[in-house]
């Protein structure tokens, strides 16, 4: 029983630690909104902005050479951050519920 107490909390330590977790909750709450549901891996920024419309700000990361825009999904009034990352090729290369500066700070720790 100790070892799999022991276990379970160096899970739970592991994971509170982890900020590139994303919640499941914001997936089913933003499921149907364009920029979640039909941007891709590979889209170029043209099509992201014609999905998502301009984003709320555009970080410009100097050394890798990526671009990255947030946005504020709404739904019902309930508002998340969303990021769209492309790489120097101006391509859709990772996005997800968080800022661009959550995004740059997990990636940094890797």
Known sequence: MY????AVL???ATLAGCSTIENPVDYVTFRDEPL???VD??????QV?????PPSSQVEHSLSGSTCNNYVLNVDGHEQPYYVNFDVNGRVDSK?????AQYHENR???
């Open 3 to 6: 070892k799999h107490s022991l």
């Open 10 to 12: 160096a899970v739970a």
């Open 36 to 38: 979640v549901k039909q």
């Open 41 to 46: 891996h590979g889209m170029t920024q043209e």
């Open 49 to 53: 902005r014609t999905l998502g419309g």
């Open 96 to 100: 997800g519920f968080m800022t661009c």
């Open 108 to 110: 940094r720790r890797l």
